[in-house]
């Protein structure tokens, strides 16, 4: 379903993979507010993606279905009510992120290691060594010293200061972090923005984040200048 119920948005998503030539099929599915279900196979052909050296290099996205209830609308006497499964949503964005980064990555012969930047989703500070404590898992043996020093020096962090921003806090932390407004902190005993001028010159920046429906999404960005 799209926001301006045009089920030829979909189409031209789904189009737009098999075009650049790094998909062979994508099947899309569209859901009308009558309830009515467009589905349609778009093949590609062609020459095979190449992965541009600079700019956005990868993306990842994944939708799971089956937890989408986990954040949701309910219709109740005329009127419409947020329901929010707050443990779920906590275990499914903290569990997830291992498997989701690791795939990305692997298909850059990358590590998280290899990341100047992570920007990550910040709907609650306590999900992020979680998240990151499974992601380092089989690199380190102190994990929690390597989450620590991680947190704190390839990351940014701001929603002590500004709360839970949801979607808009892809866009505010960078923001944040080039005009200068983040400081040096401690986060429920994590330090955190402890290299904020260097990674001001970050050059491997990746993004990741949890939204409704269940959806990653995470984003691989390398600058051609580290001060670009």
């Known amino acids: 379903m799209s926001v ?3 089920p030829s948005l979909v189409e031209k998503i789904a189009r737009a993979y098999v075009e650049s030539g790094k998909y062979e099929t994508i099947a899309s599915a569209y859901l009308a507010p009558d309830f009515n279900i467009e589905v349609m196979v778009h093949k590609g052909y ?4 190449l992965r541009p050296r600079y700019g956005i290099v990868d993306t990842l996205t994944r939708t799971h279905g089956c937890f ?4 949701q609308a309910l219709s109740e006497n005329g009127h419409i009510f947020a329901e929010i499964d707050g443990k779920g949503v906590f275990l499914y964005a ?4 291992r498997t989701h980064l690791t795939e990305l990555l692997s298909n850059n012969a990358m590590t998280l290691y290899d990341i100047d930047l992570l920007i990550e989703h910040q709907a609650n500070f306590a ?3 979680l998240t990151l404590e499974r992601a380092l898992l089989n690199d380190q043996a102190d994990i929690n010293k390597a989450t620590r020093e991680y947190i704190a020096n390839r990351m940014v962090t701001n929603i002590h200061e500004r709360g839970n921003c949801s979607v808009v806090c892809m866009q505010r932390l960078p923001y944040d972090l080039q005009r200068g407004v ?3 902190d401690t986060v429920q005993g994590y330090p955190v923005n402890r290299n904020l001028d260097g990674l001001k010159h970050a050059k491997v920046i ?3 984040s949890v939204g409704a429906g269940m959806t990653r999404s ?3 960005q390398i600058k051609k200048e580290a001060d670009g």
Request: net charge positive; hydrophobic share 35%; no cysteine.
């Open 206 to 208: 990746l993004n990741d």
């Open 68 to 71: 989408a209830n986990y954040i």
């Open 218 to 220: 995470s984003i691989l």
């Open 182 to 184: 983040l400081k040096e």
């Open 94 to 97: 903290t569990r997830g992120g």
């Open 4 to 6: 301006e119920r045009n």
């Open 46 to 49: 062609g020459p095979r993606f």
């Open 127 to 129: 999900m992020i060594p």
